[in-house]
């Protein structure tokens, strides 16, 4: 396989900096792109010793900084991974909107701002691809995940309509939908409604949101599974629009979406249960 640039957001912890790993020890040259100075320091004592490290470049990047954004844009690019992404939980009902208003921002509007000028630039070479790391959360609901679950939602539309808009120019476009992996990422989400969240305030049960925050700690994957998965389907040219991992959830968020049509108004769905 031809070894190509790939730029990486959100490449400072989880899946992002694992896949940014993994495909620079296979030869390509990778922008990882961290969020935090704390966290390029990390990376740069690991990649110390490793073999694999001139085809790693680390640049600072916070997608909702428009000098970091800015900068970005000076790389020639094969392929762009959009992989950057924050959550917060609590019911729908009664978050605080500013939270949800902020969910989107990073991981709906932010990544579509920034892809745009790359892919003006691939649009112009006539070739070029755009991955966004969306998730289940994009094809299914879960309990007390109603921002995280509009905002993968949301990034659903926009992929699709992105893919069908660039395919005659050549672009591809497509998506990567994990499921619960066991990279800090869903444990910290799930602590997030302890920010705003009152017992004498709110309405929703405490013990209700406890109980879907354990589901979720319990019922998670090891991460290099769907490491190696991206590291296989980044680089490719042809395969599936949508990758989601690991490919046993499929039947399940497929079914969910046939629940939506025959669902009573005066049912929960199982998935909150």
Known sequence: MKKQTILITGAGSG???????????EGHKIIAAVHTWEQMSRFIDELKDANYKQNIELIKLDVLDPMDCERALKYDIDIL????????????????VDLVRDVMETNVFSPLEFSQPFIKKMVKKGKGKVVFVSSVAGLTTSAFLGSYN?????????VQCLRDELQPFGVTVATINPGPFETGFNDR?????????????NFTSLKDIEKAAKSMANNQFDPQGMIDKMVEVIPMKEHTFRTVFPESIIPMC?????????????????SKK
């Not at 991974?81 to 605080?96: F, L, R, Y």
């Not at 497929?254 to 199982?270: A, C, L, S």
């Open 15 to 25: 899946l992002g900096k694992g896949s940014a790993i993994g495909l620079a020890k």
């Open 81 to 96: 991974v959009n992989n950057v992404g924050i959550g917060q939980t609590g019911p729908i009902a009664e978050i605080p």
């Open 150 to 158: 509009a905002s993968k939602h949301a990034l659903e539309a926009i």
């Open 189 to 201: 989400m799930y602590d997030t409604y302890k920010q705003w969240f009152d017992e004498d305030e």
């Open 254 to 270: 497929q079914e969910y979406q046939e629940r939506q049509y025959e669902i009573m108004t005066d049912t929960i769905d199982k």
